[in-house]
């Protein structure tokens, strides 16, 4: 009894104490003894101690009753060893010691921990084989297991089992349950049990919400993760690393450019909490500035390294002799392990991609699981001022965004969500119905040919005479893509050269008249284009007839710049502090440009061929992550490296080269070094018209 009191006011020396005193005054210790000693050992963590006293009763001939094992299993799960809590069971059984409800929920958290789901299964089933009581406990046990197994489908079974069973689940059974939702990639329903928690009156704890937002990281969903974040002070939670982790890769991994911009709110937030510490270490090398940060995730990663670097920019722009030492270090580290890190390779490679797209003087590597970061500090200091480093320094100081509630931010993505939807949506229907193939075809024969350039050149020198949008010159091109695709080719007996001109004309004048291309007073006249191409009107308007004689009257044209434009705006791309969007845009049309000369992708879907694009032009500038999730659930494709798109990938990446040149802006030239040279002005030339059965 004494040593029972001096256990529940937490006085463990004076337990051991009263137990010596007692063996010195010659009482000899009973079961009752020993198993508050067993008590002792197991709000201690002295798993070892208690198992040594379960020897010492086998020894003195003393049986220990089913309350002993129970206990010493229990002690040995709590400390994180479950495979002694197993043995001890075995040496239970051994001894013909009948096991209780108690001994049951205990094995089954011990097999738990072993990852062995289907042995705790079959102890539950035992268990209800004997009639042995279950409650809370034993259900909450059985999900925790099979949430480290990753079993969702499971543990949902058991959470209705245990309703059917008038069971009501406390806050452990859905913090587990949320859980295994979260580790089988189900976040919608870790969101529905969520749901059902608020429903049942039970309130969430701060592991709820880690779990919660866990699961949203993991299904990409960083709306919901950044809503249930929002909730969690006026349930009286604070977040942890788990949590800040998880929402800093869900956001910059969405590749949104505002929800990247809140991202590095989001970093401030948990810096003012004591995370992220950017630490410094400089008592090693006397001629290396050393710095360090603790991560877990690629967008954490990403994030600290901005503010770090935004912050030894201000330094240096204050204070010139703050980058004295030769060289600046940084290092990436990994603290203990997280149910949500990633691999350290992973980490590594997305901040090489970044830095290296943006031109910075940094050598990246991986020493063990760190990812360190070293640079000359004078050319580090030059970079920090260039405007290679402005967008970056710019996605931190996101002024806008910051006057942007979470509504307010969730309400414009959403509509620019569907938006983008419905605009992809649209192409694809039309790319299915007008035949584009999924891949390359091999051996494939481009009519054109040779003077494929010359008159994707001429088609600009057009564009740029008739102040046409872009967008306009690429969709009349892809317009003239789907003539080819349909067998156009000029008659016998035609010069093709001058065919070919007077189709690009038409197709021109189609394009222009589509909906959203060019505004009604910009559309030119008839006699404007035959006074600049040298074609007459009435040929022109023949050769648009025939064209939508051959097309079935559907003359309707997307060009991939228009697929490309979608991927943009997704990604925040029309935002007024978007920079980084702006790295793609000045590179597209050189890109655009020479896919189109190649010749070979003119049967391709223009949307495969643009997400071949964006992908390319976002890893030559760095723009990582390089496929982000809003283009996952935009587009349907999860890696665009394998499948009909890596194929395409491994044509589009050559064209990339070391340096895009600017679009080039062809002059009129000699005709007879062109397929058909604009004629002089005042001319009218009859060039032959394309027969009705040319296709």
């Known amino acids: 009894a004494l040593m029972n009191v001096c256990i529940k006011c937490n006085e463990v020396g004076l337990v051991q104490q009263v137990y010596k005193q007692m063996i010195q005054e010659g009482c000899t210790p009973n079961l009752v003894t020993y198993n508050t000693l067993i008590d002792l050992y197991v709000k201690t963590g002295q798993w070892q101690e208690a198992i040594k006293l379960l020897d010492k009763l086998e020894e003195e001939g003393i049986q220990p009753e089913v309350r002993t094992y129970n206990t010493i299993i229990t002690a040995c799960n709590k400390s994180g060893k479950p495979e002694q809590g197993l043995r001890v069971y075995e040496r239970m059984v051994a001894k013909g ?65 245990m309703h059917e069973e008038g069971c009501m689940p406390n806050v452990v059974t859905y913090n587990s349950l949320i859980a295994a939702c979260s580790h089988g990639g189900h976040w919608e329903k870790a969101k529905e049990c969520f749901k059902r928690m608020l429903a049942q009156n039970c309130r969430p704890d701060g592991i709820t919400f880690s779990a919660l937002i866990t699961a949203y990281q993991r299904g990409s969903q960083w709306r919901e993760a950044l809503q249930a974040f929002s909730h969690m002070p006026s349930n009286g939670c604070h977040p942890d690393s788990v949590v800040y982790n998880a929402l800093l890769e869900v956001c910059w991994g969405s590749g949104v450019l505002p929800v990247q911009m809140r991202a590095t709110q989001v970093w401030s937030l948990a810096n003012r909490s004591g995370h992220f510490r950017i630490y410094n270490q400089n008592k090693g090398d006397p001629a290396v500035h050393q710095h360090s940060c603790v991560v877990f995730t ?56 970044l830095l ?83 891949q390359l075809q091999p051996n494939m024969h481009d009519p054109l040919s040779s003077s494929r350039q010359q008159l994707l050149d001429l088609a600009l020198h057009y ?40 189709m690009l004309v038409a197709c021109m ?144 990446r050559p064209l990339l080269g070391p340096h895009l040149p600017a679009q080039p802006a062809p002059q009129p030239q000699q005709q007879q070094q062109q397929p058909a040279a604009p004629a002089a002005p005042g001319q009218q030339q009859q060039a032959a018209l394309p027969p009705r059965s040319a296709a």
């Open 298 to 353: 690629c967008g954490a990663a990403i994030v600290t390294l901005l503010r770090w670097l935004c912050d030894v920019r201000h330094k240096v722009g204050h204070d010139a002799t703050s980058l004295l030492r030769d060289s600046v270090l940084f290092a990436l580290q990994k603290g203990k392990a997280s149910r949500i890190e990633q691999p350290s390779s992973m980490i590594c490679d997305s901040v090489r991609q």
């Open 97 to 161: 010691v009948k096991a209780s409800a108690t001994t049951y929920t205990a094995l089954i958290s011990a097999y738990g921990k072993q990852g062995m789901v289907e042995k705790a299964m079959d102890i539950f089933a035992d268990m209800v084989q004997r009639g042995c009581e279950r409650n809370v406990i034993t259900y909450s046990s059985l999900i925790s297991a099979c949430e480290k197994a990753g079993r969702c489908e499971l543990a949902l079974q058991l959470f209705e089992q």
């Open 509 to 652: 004048m189609i394009a222009c008249k589509q909906p959203a291309a060019e505004l009604p007073g910009a559309i030119p006249t008839y006699d404007v284009v035959s006074l600049n191409t040298g074609v007459s009107a009435d040929n022109i308007l023949s050769c648009e007839a025939n064209i939508r004689l051959v097309l079935n009257n559907d003359a309707s044209a997307v060009s991939a710049l228009r697929v490309c434009q979608v991927l943009v705006e997704r990604l925040g791309g029309q935002h007024q502090e978007g920079r980084q969007a702006s790295l793609i845009t000045e590179d597209l049309h050189a890109m655009l440009y020479r896919v189109a000369c190649g010749g070979s992708m003119f049967r391709v879907q223009p949307s495969l061929v643009a997400m071949a694009i964006t992908y390319c032009l976002r890893s030559k500038h760095g723009l990582v992550p390089l496929w982000p999730t809003a283009l996952v659930q935009l587009t349907g494709i999860y890696d665009p490296t394998v499948g009909d798109l890596g194929l395409l990938l491994e044509q589009v």
């Open 463 to 502: 564009s740029n005479c008739f102040r046409f949008q872009p967008e306009t010159c690429y969709d009349a091109w892809e317009l003239l893509q789907r003539l080819l695709m349909a067998g156009a080719t000029p008659p016998l007996g035609t010069n093709a050269a001058q065919w070919w001109r007077l």
């Open 356 to 438: 290296a797209g943006h031109g910075s003087p940094f050598t990246v590597r991986l020493v063990d699981s760190t990812t360190q970061l070293e640079a000359g500090s004078s050319e580090l200091v030059a970079w920090l001022r260039s405007p290679a480093f402005a967008a970056l320094a710019h996605l931190v100081h996101a002024n806008s965004v910051k006057r942007l509630s979470l509504e307010q931010l969730v309400a414009e993505d959403v509509a620019l969500d569907k938006s983008c939807t419905d605009a992809l949506s649209y192409v694809r229907t039309y790319e299915q119905l007008r035949g584009y193939h999924k």
